[in-house]
């Protein structure tokens, strides 16, 4: 009298299970790379460079060295085309009070995970920069800051509003500074 089983049947493995599993993987690396994507690519209409050259596989960091981005979108208020794209970067609350402060022509930077901020002198990006570059560096295992902040400006940006950002990253210690633009003749103004 044998409990086990006969010789002639086969037994197979239930793969429902592990079908299951691989198809929650896939949906959630599917959502997961879809925000990723979002947060680093505000939608703004780069400017033309005759001068741009195309980022080539070869600029790639050198083993152990770890690189990070910091990107900054720049764009220019103009309250009757994207008043909404800046009243949606803002604290509900502050909304009111920060939309009056902005004229047309005014450029904000939007930085993922931050409220919008102006590109002034005396505004707080410059405070943000700096806080940013001392945290960058005290986490850093070599003491040193190897984050490149990569500026996204707007077509429409006045070119001086770039400088002076470019300006601030530089004064707040930040070395490794990339302007993105698209390769080509734009439309001349």
């Given amino acids: 009298m044998s409990h086990g089983p006969s010789h002639d049947t086969t037994v197979e493995p239930n793969l429902t299970p592990l079908l299951d599993l691989v198809m929650q993987l896939l949906m959630f690396f599917m959502i997961c790379g ?6 680093s690519n505000e939608p703004v209409n780069l400017a033309f460079s005759e001068t741009a050259k195309q980022l080539s596989d070869e600029a790639k960091i ?78 850093s295992k070599d003491g040193q800051v190897h984050t490149s902040v990569v500026i996204r400006p707007d077509g429409d940006l006045d070119y001086a509003v770039v400088y002076r950002i470019l300006k601030f990253c530089k004064d707040k210690g930040f070395t490794n500074l990339k302007v993105r633009a698209l390769i080509g003749k734009g439309v001349s103004k």
């Fill in 34 to 39: 879809n925000y990723a994507a979002e947060q």
């Fill in 62 to 139: 050198s083993p152990g060295q770890e690189e990070d981005f910091l990107f900054l979108t720049v764009k220019p208020y103009h309250p009757d085309t994207n008043a909404g794209d800046l009243a949606n970067h803002l604290a509900p609350e502050s909304q009111a009070t920060v939309l009056e402060k902005y004229k047309d022509g005014d450029a904000y930077v939007l930085i993922v995970g931050h409220d919008a901020m102006r590109a002034e002198p005396d505004g707080e990006l410059l405070v943000w920069l700096g806080q940013q570059h001392s945290d960058l560096e005290r986490k």
